[in-house]
């Protein structure tokens, strides 16, 4: 036998019924949200890197990792997610639970320099990740073949000039910090030079201490030894202050060009979506330790300088430098979207 239909005024009734309940549900889920925020972290925390397990950014990561943990009281757990210049890692982040156990540990690369380069990229910077904190700028140098007649910037951009398109700058190809470099020193010093593309850095020094090329940016560990041992020069730091590990050499600002920065910078990022009560925590876990001396003095021996600033100078710094590096990157002709 068929039931006969509700009413009209059957329907509303029900429906006013249900609408506590509903409403108890939402302030329970809000509740417990809350209370997930306010007790984080209650497991370890994956921290997803960029680049292979021993290099420099990973020693970097993994010190920060286990001063962390000693903050938030759990494990912070490096994971080395190799491949496609660190934007596996990125995208591995960016798709991960906004929940704060998935948090990334990124370069420059594959947050500014990628999304302006690639065509088509598995994450979006602006809209699936949030910056929490710039831990550190990371040094970087020009450097120079030991026979080559220019030993500080005005020398160099004098000899450009003198003979333009014939001073060579090795890069590593389109969309990198190395062709960045050489961009601004032409546009900045109004000069042309030969940009010389290679595979990598190694390949680069090799170059440079063979009188085979005049000019490249490096990382300042990898100068370190070469240039204490005779087998390259210091042309200058790669921005606006001098380089820690080169305390004697002058900066670009002290050279003439102050708006010169060719640094790189490391951070943490989370997933869009994370509660802002536990971006704040992680926020304020990483400038602890930060603060810390042995910390500081770990990140200056390996070319780095200590950051730690708010959730908001982070993202003001990386909405400035994507615009500057799209910029410059239009210059080189590398195809910038």
């Known amino acids: 036998m068929t039931e006969p239909k509700p009413s009209k005024m059957q329907k509303i009734h029900a429906r006013r019924r249900a609408l506590p309940r509903l409403l108890g549900g939402l302030v329970l889920a809000t509740a417990g949200a809350l209370a997930s925020a306010q007790g984080y972290p209650t497991k370890p925390i994956m921290m997803a890197v960029s680049y292979a397990a021993g290099g420099g950014t990973d020693v970097v990561a993994r010190t920060l990792a286990t001063e962390m943990a000693k903050v938030l009281g759990q494990p912070v757990v490096v994971e080395n997610r190799v491949g496609a210049g ?60 030991l026979g080559m007649k220019a030993n500080t910037v005005q020398e160099v951009v004098a000899l450009a000039k003198a003979s333009p398109g014939q001073v060579s700058f090795a890069h590593t190809g389109f969309g990198t910090a190395q062709l960045l470099a050489a961009v601004m020193l032409e546009n900045m010093g109004n ?11 190694i390949n680069m020094l090799a170059d440079i201490m063979g009188d085979r090329v005049d000019l490249g940016l490096v990382t300042v560990t990898s100068a370190d030894a070469l240039v204490k041992g005779g ?90 430098d994507s615009s500057r590096a799209a910029q410059m990157l239009k210059a080189t002709g590398a195809p910038v979207k």
Do not use: C
């Open 191 to 201: 000069v042309e030079m030969l940009k010389v593309p290679y595979k990598g850095e």
């Open 231 to 320: 087998k390259i020069k210091l042309i200058s730091s790669g921005g606006p202050k001098r380089a820690f590990l080169f305390p004697n050499v002058a900066s670009m600002s002290e050279q003439g060009f102050p708006n010169y920065d060719a640094n790189s910078h490391m951070g943490i990022y989370v997933p869009t979506g994370t509660p802002p009560d536990v971006v704040n925590k992680l926020n304020a876990a990483v400038a602890a330790v930060v603060r810390l001396p042995a910390v500081r003095e770990r990140l200056q021996s390996m070319g780095g300088t200590p950051v730690g600033g708010t959730q908001a100078e982070f993202a003001a710094f990386i909405k400035m």
């Open 86 to 145: 660190g934007t596996l890692a990125v995208a591995h982040v960016a798709k991960s639970a906004p929940d704060g156990y998935s948090i990334g540990w990124f370069t420059g690369g594959p947050i500014v320099l990628a999304p302006i380069t690639e065509k088509s990229l598995p994450y979006d910077v602006g809209r699936d990740l949030i910056p929490v904190s710039m831990v550190q700028i990371t040094d970087q140098v020009i450097v120079g073949r």
